[in-house]
């Protein structure tokens, strides 16, 4: 049990999440684990939960390529490059409608300053 699994994350960061959850196991069956997520990469999926869960811009959150804080320690960002490269351009065959809805994300104008206490962790210890 992981820090990160009772957190949850509203809206556009959950399917978000959802999407970068297929992209980890796409890369992981490749070249790790065949069954379950191999521990590297299941750390990896955590911290970026976590992430997702403190962005700033919350649910108005931009694509990680065009935000411009860029928030990843540098060892996870290049483990997301890894991941991202070769599990990217398998996404649209293997999960279509999160492929495509992720390439519009893309499209659409980055925000400018993040509004205050936008961020999902805000939300939720708000609920709490
Ligand atoms: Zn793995």
Redesign the pocket.
């Known amino acids: 049990m992981n820090p990160s699994d009772n957190i949850i994350l509203l809206g556009s960061l959950n399917t978000e999440f959802k999407t970068l959850e297929a992209m ?1 196991h796409i ?2 069956r490749d ?3 065949e069954t379950t ?2 521990a ?3 750390d990896f999926l955590h911290y970026a939960k976590m992430r997702l869960d403190r962005c700033p811009y919350g649910e108005a959150k931009p694509t990680c390529r065009q935000c411009p804080i860029h928030c990843y320690k540098s060892d996870y960002k290049l483990q997301s490059q890894t991941i991202m490269r070769y599990s990217g351009p398998r996404m649209l065959l293997k999960h279509p409608i999160l492929a495509i809805r992720h390439l519009l994300a893309e499209k659409r104008p980055v925000p400018g300053k993040p509004e205050a206490n936008a961020s999902n962790r805000h939300k939720r210890k708000m609920m709490e």
């Open positions: 980890v890369y992981c070249h790790h684990s997520l191999c590297s990469c299941d």
